[in-house]
C-alpha cells in the first residue's frame, strides 16, 4: 500500500518543477514544497483517485498564493529582478522543452502573465495537464480555463525567443562567448553579441549592478569591462538547462550568467549577482514533468 510519503517523495521533483516554473524563485518553490507536504499528510488517501493530480493541485494554489506575496515583495527590489538560477542535470538539456521552459528568457515571459494565467500556461503547456483538472486547481471552470490558456499561450508566443537554433548551434555560441571572455578578446565578444544585445543584471541591492537593462553591443562590452575582476575566472556550468557561466572571485561564486541565442549571436545576457540567490549552488537540481 502506498503510504503519504511514498507518493509525495515519488512526485517531489515534478512539484518542485511546478512551483519553480510558477515562482521563478527555488526558495520559495521549496516553502510551497513543505506547505504541500503538510496539507498532503492531513488527506485522506483512500478518496484520493489520483494522487499525482491531486498534490499537483495544492502545490498550485499554494503557489498562485505565493506569487501574491512575492508581487508585493518585488515593488521593493533594488534593480531588475531575475529568476533564481538553478545548476541542473544534464537529462533537463536533453529534454528540449522542458529546458526552454526554465530558461531565463522564458521564465522572464511568464514573468508578464497575471498569477492565474501563468498557472494556467505552465500546467497545460509544460506538463500537459488536463483542462478539468486545472480548472480545480486553480478554481475556475474548465470553459474559463480554456480561454485562459488561449490568451496565455498567445501572450507568450508574442514574446518567447525565436526558436531559430539548434541545441548544438546554441551550444558553440556561448562557447565562443566564455572562450572570448576568459582571454579577453574584445573582437571576440564583438562578433558573437549582437548589436541590440540587452544585459539585465540582478543585484538585488547587494552586490554592483545596473539599475536598468543596458541595450546595445558597445554599452554591454564597456559594462563588462567596468565590473569584470582581474582575478576572477569563468566556468562553464549548465544552468536551467542550458550552459551557462559561473564567475568565481577568490574561489567563491560571485555570479551566474546565461544567454539567450538567437540568429547566432547572443541577443540576451542575464547575470545574477544577488547572494541570496546564489545560496543554493552547492549542488545540482533535479528538475521533471
Known sequence: MTT???????????????????????VDAEDVLQETWLRWHEVDLTGVRDERAYLVRITTRLALNRMRTMARRREQYVGPWLPEPLL???????????????????????ETLSPTE????????????GYDEIAAAVDKSPAAVRQIASRARAHVDERRPRADVTPTQRDEVIAKFLGATATGDL?????????DVVLMTDGGGFKKA???????????????????PEDGSAE??????????????????????????????????????????????????????
Open 4 to 26: 503519504a510519503t511514498d507518493a509525495f517523495v515519488a512526485h517531489r521533483n515534478l512539484l518542485f518543477t511546478v512551483a519553480y516554473e510558477m515562482l521563478g524563485s527555488a
Open 187 to 195: 573582437q571576440g565578444l564583438m562578433d558573437v553579441l549582437a548589436p
Open 88 to 110: 541542473t542535470t544534464p537529462d533537463v538539456a536533453e529534454d528540449v522543452e522542458l529546458a526552454d521552459s526554465v530558461s531565463m528568457a522564458m521564465l522572464l515571459v511568464l
Open 236 to 289: 562553464l556550468v549548465l544552468v536551467n538547462g542550458a550552459p551557462g557561466l559561473r564567475l568565481l572571485v577568490g574561489g567563491v561564486v560571485d555570479a551566474i550568467g546565461t544567454m539567450l541565442v538567437e540568429d547566432g549571436q547572443v541577443t540576451g545576457l542575464y547575470i545574477v549577482r544577488n547572494p541570496e540567490k546564489l545560496a543554493r549552488l552547492d549542488g545540482v537540481i533535479a528538475l521533471t514533468r
Open 210 to 228: 545596473a539599475l536598468r537593462p543596458i541595450l546595445g553591443r558597445d554599452k554591454v562590452l564597456r559594462f563588462l569591462e567596468a565590473v569584470m
Open 118 to 129: 501563468r498557472a494556467v500556461f505552465v500546467l497545460r503547456e509544460v506538463f500537459d495537464v
